[in-house]
């Protein structure tokens, strides 16, 4: 359930030219990339093979990319390593947009006014946005138990810079804002993009375009709880449709369900890093009778080290009897529809109990706050899994296969060969009959195993792209 970059806008374009760096330092030149080390798969997680993929791949034709036309065992084999690895480093530069989502909408480190995209140009002449930095920079001097510094702290050292030290604190210093350069030339990039997208007589056309739009940006972990409301109420509608039957789902799984650095609907970073889907998708599945509690489990699919890593001590929590808490603050200025603003006030009602909040700062005085303690039982029913959808899969019995799977805010990613791969991996570990939920169109090849079965309209607010189209695709 990946996210964007909060309060994302195409006014930041001509805006960037007002950053000025005033650390007294050249900024030193900045890795494109950093290569992650690289999970293990676990048991029964496996590479696709050709075998099963040339079929895929000759379907695909054109659309594959040069270094694996006209396809070979061999080029496959070395391609689809590469590629796995090159989709692992797209991580690093996710986390280096979460960063600068923190430093513009964090309150947890400064007291200074939070900055819109719109606004950075005037922040920056008028020295909020080097206050914001320098407030940053003496938070990871002293980070206390905040996860979201202590990050910042070890991915400063895994740059060369000494945040303890004059010199180095000023390199990251110029670091952050050079990545904040960076973001607002991508956003002005995705947002052509989309104005190229648009199809005033073919919504269904602007929607596959704008399925891809992410292909090459990095991969980033914010989440919000949008994607969650447009899961359960598409559950909702496959049941009433006949396509799911009463307590008849039992597996499940969640492909890359995020983590909140900062929630990027509204950049709150008050709380602790929490994850959403896994638990919200368990909870939509009993409050829909579609699932029975004891009787799911969901494995959480993920590339990122950082959520399976949560996951697992979250696990080591619940299996000492530690529930899971999480914070769901509102911001009443974002309108949201009532039916959300309902779920919202219901999350977590068969998972668990409402519990004491967290109250956010004074900065976020309009903020509605409620938090849930989820039972242990279903935290050890969702199990982490590290597993790149586009080529590895799980080597499942046919009893073991998945009843549904759901995937939101993540194939935007990728490209349309790379999408074409992934939903032929879901197809392989659903049941026949099993369904996909995403929203993102996914290409429509016999030769994926799936098809397209239908499509359910979310609102999420007042703002007319406040929405989504959930896509149910169902095993062949």
């Known amino acids: 359930m990946r996210g964007r970059f909060a309060y994302g806008s195409s006014q930041s374009d001509s805006r960037m030219s007002g950053l000025r760096v005033q650390f007294g330092v050249r900024t030193a030149p900045i890795l494109a990339t950093v290569t992650l080390a690289l999970t293990a798969l676990g048991a029964g997680q496996v590479f696709t093979s050709y075998s099963s993929v040339k079929p895929l791949l000759d379907s695909v034709g054109d659309k594959l990319p040069p270094a694996i036309r006209n396809p070979t065992e061999a080029k496959w084999n070395t391609w689809s390593r590469q590629e796995d690895k090159a989709i692992r480093a797209r991580l690093d530069r996710g986390d280096l947009d979460s960063m600068v989502n923190l430093l513009l909408f964090g309150t947890s480190f400064t007291q200074q006014p939070r900055i819109q995209i719109q606004d950075i140009a005037e922040a920056s ?38 945040p303890d030290s004059p010199d180095g604190s000023r390199q990251m210093g110029a670091f952050v804002l050079e990545n904040l350069k ?14 190229n997208a648009k199809r005033p007589d073919d919504a269904t056309a602007e929607f596959v375009e704008r399925s891809r739009l992410f292909r090459d940006r990095g991969v980033s972990l914010d989440t919000s709880i949008f994607p969650n409301f447009g899961v359960e109420e598409t559950l909702r509608d496959l049941k009433n449709r006949g396509l799911l039957r009463a307590a008849g789902v039992t597996r499940v799984a969640v492909i890359g369900p995020g983590l909140d650095f ?46 399976l890593d949560h996951m697992r001590r979250a696990h080591e929590r619940a ?24 779920y919202w006030r219901e999350f977590g009602d068969r998972i668990g109990v409402s519990t004491s909040p967290i109250q956010p700062p004074a900065a976020l005085q309009v903020t509605e706050t409620r938090a ?20 590895e899969r799980s080597d499942l019995a046919a009893a073991d296969r998945f009843d549904v799977v759901v995937g939101t805010n993540i194939f935007l990613y990728y490209d349309t060969a790379e999408q074409a791969l992934a939903l032929h991996n879901v197809a392989s570990m659903l049941k026949t009959g099993g369904l996909l939920l995403s929203n993102t169109e996914l290409p429509d090849s016999a030769a994926t195993g799936m098809r397209y079965g239908g499509v359910t309209n979310v609102r999420y607010a007042d703002a007319p792209t406040a929405g989504d189209r959930v896509i149910w695709y169902q095993k062949r």
Request: charged share 25%; net charge neutral; glycine share 8%.
């Open 125 to 162: 002449r008028g020295g909020v946005l080097q206050a914001r930095v320098n407030d940053l920079l003496k938070s990871l001097q002293t980070p206390g138990d905040d996860e979201r510094l202590l990050f910042l702290r070890s991915l400063a050292r895994g740059k060369g810079f000494d």
């Open 319 to 342: 299996r000492k009897g530690e529930s899971y808490v999480v914070e769901l603050p509102r911001n009443p200025a974002r309108q949201w529809t009532p039916g959300v603003i309902a």
């Open 182 to 195: 960076r973001v607002l030339e991508e956003l002005r990039t995705y947002a052509q993009r989309a104005e």
């Open 262 to 307: 900062i929630d990027w609907d509204s950049g709150f970073d008050y709380y602790p890093q929490q994850t959403l889907q896994p638990f919200a998708l368990y909870n939509a599945l009993e409050r829909t009778g579609l699932g029975k509690a004891g009787t799911l489990k969901v494995t959480v699919f993920d590339i990122s080290s950082r959520v």
């Open 372 to 391: 849930v303690k989820i039972r242990p039982d279903v935290v050890l029913a969702c199990e982490p899994a590290d597993l790149d959808i586009v080529f």
